[in-house]
T-cell receptor
Framework: AQTVTQSQPEMSVQEAETVTLSCTYD???????LFWYKQPPSRQMILVIR??????QNATENRFSVNFQKAAKSFSLKISDSQLGDTAMYFC????????????FGTGTSLTVIP | GAGVSQSPRYKVAKRGQDVALRCDPI?????LFWYQQALGQGPEFLTY????????KSGLPSDRFFAERPEGSVSTLKIQRTQQEDSAVYLC??????????FGSGTRLTVV
């Protein structure tokens, strides 16, 4: 079974500062994807960033980057130059590749950006 | 359409009532997923369609839950004899491949 753990239920950061959200996962799979999704009050899950497990290079998308440590099964999200619009729930998710393509989500981290 | 559309956005049902939740995926998306998100939790997988075929329904919590996608586009999640523990947000997602998932804004079901 796949499990995803987010140990920080709530976090806050000053506008323009940097924050890191933690995620660990447990799997016996060797090929998989990892994701960070953002869920604002509108409820729609919005993709922030994706990492293929076979790639050693950490993914980056503008102000968002990940620290992927495959051996440690760790996948943290760094948000640089935080903006008020970054305030949302953030979910880490795992997807195995062999069947189904379903997501396994963590319990989320509520991020508040303080003006 | 441009995105995944779900209706209704909110639904209040009396315990024991049947409900039907609709998902209209992005045109041409082969795969369609339903997730259940309880308050304060991450979404949990319910079921998966590839075109009209339901390939995985292992996440459906009981036989009161039923999903269909008869023509490979619009999908309906039906919950019979609703219980309070069914109260949650029900999210639909569609994709063409592993990289292009789009989620809808969900239906918030409240059973009273």
């Amino acid at each position: 079974a796949q499990t995803v753990t987010q140990s920080q239920p709530e976090m806050s950061v000053q506008e323009a500062e940097t924050v890191t959200l933690s995620c660990t996962y447990d799997t016996s799979e060797s090929n998989y994807y990892l994701f960070w999704y953002k869920q604002p009050p509108s409820r729609q899950m919005i993709l922030v960033i994706r990492q293929e497990a076979y790639k050693q290079q950490n993914a980056t998308e503008n102000r968002f980057s990940v620290n992927f440590q495959k051996a440690a099964k760790s996948f943290s999200l760094k948000i640089s130059d935080s903006q008020l619009g970054d305030t949302a729930m953030y979910f880490c998710a795992f997807m195995k590749l062999n069947t189904g393509n379903q997501f396994y989500f963590g319990t989320g981290t509520s991020l508040t950006v303080i003006p | 359409g441009a995105g995944v559309s779900q209706s209704p956005r909110y639904k209040v049902a009396k315990r024991g009532q049947d409900v039907a939740l609709r998902c209209d995926p992005i045109s041409g998306h082969v795969s369609l997923f339903w997730y259940q998100q309880a308050l304060g939790q991450g979404p949990e997988f319910l079921t998966y369609f590839q075109n009209e075929a339901q390939l995985d329904k292992s996440g459906l919590p009981s036989d009161r839950f039923f999903a269909e996608r008869p023509e490979g586009s619009v999908s309906t999640l039906k919950i019979q004899r609703t219980q309070q523990e069914d109260s949650a947000v029900y999210l639909c997602a569609s994709s063409q491949d592993r990289t292009g998932y789009t989620f809808g804004s969900g239906t918030r079901l409240t059973v009273v």
